[in-house]
């Protein structure tokens, strides 16, 4: 898994030893029954995280590394082989109504007094709006949460549940926090987790790789893109019907 | 709990038969440790569920009875309690932004298999605006659900909790459906719950007056808005500063 | 819907005044685009809420009319066809660790302020446990919950998403409390619902028949015992194979 | 956050490459305007999680490190200053009632799919219990979740807010699974999120590093136990009176 900008000396020692720590949890995961595989289901759906110009775009407290060349790529991938065969396509961002710190009534909860979600304000559009390069078509829906979680205080699961869905495929950012609660919350909603390896970044060196392998161990199979369009085409075609 | 049009024969035979019932169950309830009193508690915050143009406004099929001369006055009042006092005040309403009925995949769920909400169209703001006599003012959320209660799959009760408030108010509409699932799910959440006698509508005969009757039983205490609104003062100008 | 006691003078005018008010009540709902169909769907799970002795047997506050000659031989038919079919089945119950009502660190939480759940000490089993009648058989989730609904803060959705259940067929006491949350939440959690309408029962008159009809209207199917076990044959021995 | 166990060389060079990572990390983050101090309320509830005889003991598939060194003396510590100011105490621990893994319909959900959590049957209460080092006393709740998150498909959230707590102090295991997903669930839940640093723990090396690295930058404050043992005593002897 490695960054996308050309590594500094030390990401590139960070990487090698990450992957050789990765390698020696590996040995004892699988001796112990972790690390299984979840695999694909019958009826998938694509949700994209927080890739939103707040996100995507430089400038912005949140923005990540990764997104131009690899991230929107990958999903631009992943949305025509939805788009070509019906499989429904959820895009999530992220914003406030209240963005005052100082006011304890603020849709932002106590999240703020961690992170600075006070500079994604409602009010602003542009700023929480997806990006345009994987723009929402009509009939696609567009979530926006209030936590990490996209399932978390959001309608997400029953919407999946009615439209027949088993399967989520989750791109985004980031990887620390939202894609990462968002395939915890998912598996415990009772949906196989696919985590789109080349689709989810962050914003330091390390993270991207170190909760891939927790989420892999653990919660969600980390599949390429390439698997999972082949998937999604193969799976194709499904008329999903009203159960 | 008088329906406020004057009500034909039948209506009136219906209250007075309905109210002998909930005489007779009461003793029965009474006399096991049902219809308890739940109580105010110390930092109030105000729901108003679906006081929208759909539900209160004629022509739609959601329009209620009872709005313009007893829920709006009722919530008028109640709004100047909580804004003099700094109260939190929740606008609660329902839209969706996939509304044909022959998607599967629609954030209408399944819902629309019984009941046509496919006539609240996100892509109509106006249709499920908060109606303008009990508009929002700054700093007040608006909330949009997809389901009957304000809390189910929303960020609800996270954003209470963070507020410290332990109290809801809830009036608006309907007493069978909307109200009544938000009272139930706001006691499980763990709020005190008051439902504002007067501030609560439906669309049918009767429908008002057994609901409140098995919400006072179990789920939370009907209170006029008089004692609420002295309750708001009394209370009030607390700060509700953050935790 | 007769209760099973045999109904006083004022029993039977109630019933008779209450279907009156649903008839009117259905023409306004039929022509607002109400009461519509949502069907079974095509793997049921059969959910028995508070069919445990404090409710079904004398002599405690929770006991319930109509148990022993309706609900239990009708739930006894559905359990049987659910058998012979491989359909899944929760059993659901409800007890406290902490019943001493003035202590707040309770899991009651605050609901014991409105009904005597203090009755029921998860440390006395027999008073929580289900009936005898209808008792879980292995394989099949006996499922311990705190609030009405079966749904709210308990692993029912998540359940039953993995299984790949898509319709529930809900049973039990009481109509105005545990049972129609159930449906509520259940529809919200993106399930068919159907109300078992032989197999739903109440303490007071009244109470079941004006729940059933709310519920018909806005939340679930109100659907025979007859018609349902029909139903569980007919789209019965379906390997619920892991998806 | 050195392992307990003596570290290997390798372990070594592990933790000084991610102390250096964290650096470099932490000054992109200050930064940006991450890593806030939530800090802590005013009412405060412990919950221990997953310190139950597979995760505590030799010998199961979840086996911990630092369990007797470090995390048990810490929350020994913990539950004695909980106990002399009348704090609440969560004992959370997880069983299944199905863990047959080729039974689809299972209380295992889909996680049986990635981790091996058919060891742990509700039907073996052995293997589930809280160590006795630091059992339960009569009035502390024991909890029995699904998934990995304490509060998510249980009762917690409704429980603490009914008991006015505002803070929650998460000791136990796994920091890279049950651990850190109770935070960011409490923290999306409303609360304010201590993350008490000596008693958390895990199975490889490196996974309670980063994931504290993460859970401090994002969802809660890493305290030490000292403080936090501090804190319980000077806030102490608050009498948390129903609200």
Redo the contacts between chains.
Sequence with gaps: MSVTVPPSG?DR??DA??A??FE??SA??RA????????F??RPALINVDLANAWTRPGN??TCEGVDDRIIPGVQGLLAACRRNGH?VVHVTTCY??TDRS?????M????????IEVVAQSNPEIWAIDSRIEPIE?E??LI?????AF?????????????V??ILVTGVTA??CVR?TL??G??????TIAVKECIGD?????VA??LF?ID????DVESVERCVAYLDDVGHVP????
Tied chains: 1, 2, 3, 4.
């Design positions: 030390f020692e960070l030893t990450l050789l720590a020696k949890a004892l995961y112990r029954g972790f690390q299984r595989r979840i695999g289901g019958s407290p949140f429904p109504q209240v006011n304890p009534l603020t849709d909860g106590l999240w703020h007094d961690k992170i600075p009939g829906q567009v949460k209030k936590r990490a979680s978390h205080g959001t309608y997400l699961a029953g919407f999946l549940r009615a439209a027949g088993d399967t620390s926090a609660e915890c919350d598996l415990a909603d009772g949906f196989r914003r330091v060196a390390g993270a170190w909760n927790d161990a653990k919660f969600a999903i019907a009203a159960e």
